[in-house]
């Protein structure tokens, strides 16, 4: 018997967005949305108020890994595993590449748009390739199974975009 209910279904899914199309896409974004408003307003990394910024994207990943791992079973009861509906895992993943970004990335408002959009492709490629051992972790049970690699995959994600900021800045020297 399923006892998943729907507050646990509203933050396994991103508030729906695992049951849209290309789900782990959306359920990406929010955090994408979350940061960019945040550094548009003067709250970013590199800014006097840059923790409020850590704290929001930690707070997101912690309430979205908290999810997949608290009731990742039952998602996998009613759905299969690691199934396509549970976003909480790319919600989650996402926001640590995102805390990830260089300061230095951020010196105006189109480096700010191609950051975040940088971000965000980074993690979903290496979210989809799945790379060793981001690829592994999925054999995992229940919860762990669906959100391990996604965060494996957003570090990946993040260590990318700080050595292509690390390019970059020596390049222009």
């Known amino acids: 018997m399923n006892t998943m209910g729907p507050k646990t279904q509203a933050f396994l899914t991103t508030n729906g967005l695992g049951h849209l199309p290309i789900s782990g896409t959306f ?18 990394p590199g800014t006097s108020l840059s923790w409020i910024y850590f704290a929001v994207l930690l707070l997101i990943l912690i309430v979205y890994c908290a999810a997949c791992i608290l009731c990742g079973h039952e998602a996998e009861a009613k759905w299969g595993k690691d199934p396509s509906q ?27 748009v191609l950051t975040l959009l940088g971000a965000f492709l980074l ?26 690699d996604d965060l494996f995959a957003a ?8 050595f292509l900021y690390a390019a ?6």
Not at 30 to 44: E, L, T, Y
Not at 138 to 144: C, F, H, N, R
Not at 168 to 173: A, E, G, K, P, R
């Open 27 to 44: 359920g990406s974004m929010p955090p994408v949305v979350v940061a960019g408003a945040m550094i548009f307003a003067g709250i970013g």
């Open 86 to 112: 549970v976003v909480a895992d790319e919600t989650a993943g996402q926001a640590i590449t995102l805390m990830m970004i260089p300061a230095g990335m951020l010196s105006s408002p189109l480096h700010i």
């Open 123 to 148: 993690f979903r490629v290496f979210d989809i390739l799945k790379p060793w051992p981001a690829g592994a972790m999925q054999d995992l049970p229940g919860g762990w199974g669906i959100l391990l």
């Open 155 to 162: 570090i990946m994600g993040g260590v990318v975009l700080m």
């Open 168 to 173: 970059i800045s020596m390049s222009s020297m």
